[in-house]
């Protein structure tokens, strides 16, 4: 792993109550980057930031969409400002997971909810280019680059089940490619693979091994812009390198793959995972490790750490208590065999709501440590497309910031949890609810706003700081007056006091550190001497986060 190395200058108070007695330490922190400790930011490329307002329209879109359902400006250029901005590295974000990038249809249409346009980024027109909405290449190359210079990982999300829908500018793909009926109804595991996943939304048909020729409107558009010999000459040199049959999913993998090794992204999202047969996904797990390790060996001065490619899936309702299996009802699969290291949980909201906090630690603990020992999962509280997060209305931001940073698994912020934007918006309808701007103004101009941020921003950068916080052994000290625990991996140790009272509090620390140990409470920032066992502290807030400072 690579340690990445972080000067801390803290204040240091020596007795167990902080005095005014100052004593500047410097803290020098080894950090490991492990995903299943990750902290994950999810944003739609086009609701986040505006950076660049010339590559708001293409391709003659109208601003004629139903509310939140046509392209709005975001684009890569915002992200890579909000990085140098410092505004992730405030957050403790340590990963950033966009959208679909990928060329969208160009024209609009209407799926019961009002006319939309491929905003979001799953409406695939072209796997091998960038829609000029989101920007261009050499924006994804300086947006890269400059994550991995702020210690930032960036994924990208793939989608190998579908097209974009078929509209009169975007014409259906070939027969060979794509089947267009029957319309899922999940009912059992063929009834969800090998039919679309709604009306109007063709299928590839990733369960075929026959030769195809490219579609024909895809020749034309090469061929248009002047790279038609190029894109069949390393179509040519993938599938002899393969020995793959120039099988639709195979195409797809090469254009997915393109992206590692030309821009040495980290990893990919990968969309509706239970939509294809399993093996579509060892498979593609097999070329994207074969990308990486390309990348890394070509690029050496620009390799971040010994990770492997991160894949983590969309199994849509997979929830963590099933271990390592999805059941459609007559098969169960294993989509963490040869394939994911993680999968996206849907449990943790319904979790938090119905159960004690320690007994959601406790579950997600043994489980990380049994059935899924090795794998991972990511945990969310709000996402683009679950229409019943955890704090819709965002009354309690702040206990959302708690269960799903200090959650063991990986967690994921999508956009705005820590701003509490806004999921309710008059006349959006459906999933556009979920999907507004990000609120940046509320950001700079309300003081309420801004506490909520920086609840969020102490917690990350603790969770940022110590891998054992999603990756570490849980074990519960003490919850008769609130819960206080511990997590531990390698050297990295932690203690945890939340949903205690609000002003002095005691907390038993006697489990890890020994008297006379240094802590720091990283929420406070006050600096505690461990006595008979206890530390003791005064501050205005319900949560402490206690890490050991070294001896100088």
């Known amino acids: ?96 997971w966009l959208t679909p990038i990928v060329e969208q249809i160009h024209a609009g249409t209407d799926e019961g909810t009002g006319k939309s346009y491929g905003y979001h980024g ?80 063709p299928d590839i048909r990733t369960d075929s091994n026959e030769n195809v020729a490219l579609p024909p409107q895809l020749i ?37 793959t393109d992206y590692i090794t030309e821009f040495g992204i980290d990893g990919y999202r990968v969309d509706t995972v239970k ?12 070329e994207c490790d074969y990308s990486f390790a390309q990348y890394k060996k070509q690029n050496p001065e620009k390799v971040l750490d010994s990770n492997d490619f991160y894949l983590v899936g969309e199994v849509y309702n997979y929830g963590i208590s099933t271990g ?31 159960m004690a906090t320690k007994d959601v630690f406790f579950m997600y603990d043994s489980i990380l440590n049994s059935s899924l020992k090795d794998y991972g999962v990511l945990n969310y509280m709000t996402s683009h497309d679950d229409g019943q997060p955890f704090d819709r209305e965002r009354n309690n931001p702040i206990k959302t910031a708690e269960l799903l940073l200090l959650s063991p698994g990986t967690s994921q912020v999508y956009y705005g949890d820590e701003s509490a934007r806004e999921l309710i918006v ?19 101009t309300d003081p309420k706003t801004q506490a909520i941020l920086q609840h969020w921003q102490k917690i990350g950068q603790f969770r940022a700081n110590h891998p054992a916080v999603g990756a570490g052994k849980h074990e519960l000290i003490a919850s008769a007056s609130g819960l206080v625990f511990s997590r531990v991996r390698n050297n990295d140790k932690i203690i945890v006091g939340m949903e205690l009272p609000i002003g002095y509090k005691t907390i038993p620390v006697a489990s890890l550190f020994n008297d006379g140990t240094l802590l720091r409470d990283a929420y406070s920032k006050q600096t505690l001497t461990v006595i008979a066992g206890e530390v003791s502290l005064t501050n205005n807030a319900a949560i402490v986060l206690l890490e050991e400072l070294p001896v100088l």
């Not at 040869?338 to 979790?351: E, G, R, T, V, Y």
């Not at 008059?426 to 700079?444: F, H, K, Q, V």
């Open 426 to 444: 008059p006349t959006a309808t459906g999933d556009a609810n979920l999907r507004s701007l990000m609120n940046w103004n509320t950001i700079e």
């Open 220 to 256: 034309a558009k090469w061929k248009a812009e002047g790279r038609y010999e190029q894109e069949v000459e390393e179509l040519d040199a993938f599938f002899a390198r393969t020995g793959y049959p120039k099988a639709p999913r195979f195409y797809i993998m090469k254009w997915l």
């Open 1 to 96: 792993m690579k340690k990445i190395l972080v000067l801390i200058s803290i204040v240091a108070f020596m007795s167990c109550k902080p005095t005014s007695e100052k004593q500047v330490i410097a803290l020098t922190n080894q950090k490991e980057f492990v995903w299943e400790g990750a902290n994950i930011y999810f944003l739609l490329t086009d609701r986040f930031q505006n950076a660049d307002p010339s590559n708001d329209v293409h391709f003659n879109r109208q601003d004629d969409a139903a509310t939140l359902r046509g392209f709005k400006g975001g684009d890569l250029k915002g992200i890579t400002q909000k990085i140098n901005e410092g505004y992730f590295t405030d957050l403790g974000i340590n990963a950033i």
């Open 275 to 286: 939509h294809a047969e399993e093996y579509v996904w060892q498979e593609f797990s097999k």
């Open 324 to 354: 390592t299996t999805y059941d459609f009802g007559d098969k169960k699969v294993n989509y963490f065999d040869n394939a994911f290291q993680s999968l996206i949980n849907f449990d943790l909201k319904w979790n938090a709501q119905q």
């Open 122 to 201: 799953y409406w695939t027109k072209d796997w091998t280019a960038i829609d000029p909405n989101f920007g261009t290449k050499e924006d994804l190359s300086e947006l890269v680059a400059t994550a991995h210079k702020n210690g930032i990982r960036i994924l990208l999300d793939a989608v190998i089940n579908h097209t974009g829908p078929v509209t009169d500018q975007d014409p259906v793909w070939p027969e060979s490619w794509v089947r267009t009926a029957p319309q899922c109804d999940y009912s059992n595991y063929e009834k969800t693979t090998s039919c679309t996943l709604v009306k109007n939304l």
